[in-house]
């Protein structure tokens, strides 16, 4: 997808944010989101998509704060938040579901909008609990079953840290009806987007069959750059899971692969892409979502 | 005050909200918002208000769109919604209530907050029903009773369309007090701000002794930059009325005048400068401001 009108001033905010995080003074992130502004001015690409964009944004804030991960702290703290759920989510919620397969989906989407930053696990259980009434904008499950063929491969491109624990479910989904998954994660610190290190930690790496990387900080997935290994897994693979706004924004467009995207569309450029509603859940098989845009327009044309 | 870093990324935000208003398409919204980037990054006074570098992006805006008044019918719509609510506000609150001074302030703020974008009359008399039941963070009844002397005059430094009708209120309360009221409003066209020809409009021109303007498109009040007429206002009159956050932006820190703001703090770095929360009320004296001012000074400096 391209870049819209909000995508700018999200940039600047994008800035802001991560300065807080990494407590910067205000002078400071001042003086990073006027560097930020002339890449704006002079650098954008506004045919390529936000994920990409945004990728020298985080450069540049890297490079001016000298701070390699901002996101470390807050990562350790989302993987242990997560991890200590996990076995309230296994016995409640997945070990309870009459359909595992779309208690599995709902999980890794749930782990898209769960706020790890939310005090109690207390109200972190109520807030799961709440999820779970939540209807989902699209529900692909039908299309996926038709993917999970025992021998085959899956590549599994994830999102965040404590989000990845979130994904365990619908691996060991896989991983029960035979298919080899290849986890996919950055190659290096952006954003609280899940790294190796995260995927070791929390034990993700255990129960997968391999692990390759997106190859650097590329917000997303940049099919030109990512590493030898991760080519090989996308050539390699059945079907793609694609989680998260990042890598579905980077994504969308490729249909000579078949991608199911799990995400919450959590602006309106990425709501518009995918015909929903801001806020809406999401669990949609690529090739419906072609469907979707090639009717919009020839709706449109008619209109 | 100065610029806060939540600023930078609000003035894209402005750019992008007034191209909507305006109709213009995402391909031309995104080339003015790199322009006002370029901006952000060449010419961008920190040490000045968020409204004294707002002027400069609005005029970016309006040079690049052609459009010399982009919130035009907006302003002309939110005019004439007041207007029609005009008589509720009288019947109903002020002439109503027991402290009419209080209320008349109250109205006044009421213009600052209320969403003239909500459908149904009906919705918004609940909506003021309900404001006239929130607390104010400041209320300086008290020391503005000391300063309605008759004989003396007040320069009202009005705020937006559909907003100055419910001036009126307090207009009439410095009137039936025995002071002269000179009202100040823009001198061009920017964002929704009254010009004289909404003075005119809803008719505040003939409740009031004069009208300035602040000589040009200026978000806020830029001493330096108004006409022979204002500043005359300005020194002659005995306290001022200050509306809007703009307006308290580009006043704030002028303590030769005895200054009251009305506005809702609506953003966090206006909230941080007034020592309120986000969303806070308020009706401020500019001495009083200044002694909380300084207690916290005193107070980080002990700390």
């Not at 502004?37 to 704060?65: Q, Y």
């Not at 491109?157 to 619908?170: H, Q, R, S």
């Not at 991983?175 to 609280?192: F, H, I, S």
């Not at 994504?251 to 709501?271: E, H, Q, T, W």
Request: hydrophobic share 40%; proline share 4%.
């Amino acid at each position: 997808m391209k870049v819209y009108p909000e995508c700018l001033p999200c940039f600047l905010n994008q800035v802001r944010k991560t300065a807080k995080v990494a407590g910067l003074s205000d002078e400071k992130t001042i003086e990073i989101e006027r560097e930020v502004a002339r890449f704006i001015w002079k650098e954008l690409e506004p045919d390529k998509s936000p994920g990409h964009n945004a990728t020298f944004v985080h450069r540049i804030f890297k490079k001016m704060s000298g701070i390699k991960d901002p996101y470390k702290n807050l990562k350790d703290k989302y993987n242990s938040i997560a991890l200590k759920l996990e076995p309230f989510l296994e016995e409640e919620i997945y070990l309870k579901a009459k359909d595992r397969l779309a208690a599995a989906v709902k999980l890794a989407a749930l782990g898209n909008v769960i706020d790890f930053a939310v005090p109690s696990s207390f109200d972190l259980e109520r807030e799961i609990k709440e999820f779970f009434q939540t209807p989902f904008a699209y529900f692909d499950e039908a299309i996926l079953e038709r993917f999970l063929v025992s021998g085959k491969e899956t590549l599994y491109i994830a999102d965040n840290a404590g989000e990845i624990v979130f994904d365990k479910f619908l691996i060991r989904e896989f991983k029960e009806r035979g298919l080899k998954v290849t986890l996919a994660v950055r190659g290096a610190p952006v954003l609280n987007d899940a790294t190796v290190e995260d995927a070791v930690s929390t034990k993700v790496s255990e129960i997968v069959d391999a692990i390759v990387t997106t190859g650097n900080d590329y917000i997303g997935v940049n099919l030109e750059e990512v590493p030898e290994e991760f080519k090989e897994a996308w050539k390699r693979c059945f079907f793609v899971i694609s989680k998260g706004q990042a890598n579905f924004e980077t994504l969308d467009g490729i249909y000579d692969k078949d991608i199911f995207f799990i995400l919450k569309a959590k602006c309106r450029p990425v709501a518009k892409e995918l015909s929903c509603n801001l806020g809406d859940l999401i669990f949609l098989y690529n090739k419906h979502l072609l469907d979707i845009k090639e009717r919009n327009e020839e709706a449109e044309e008619k209109s």
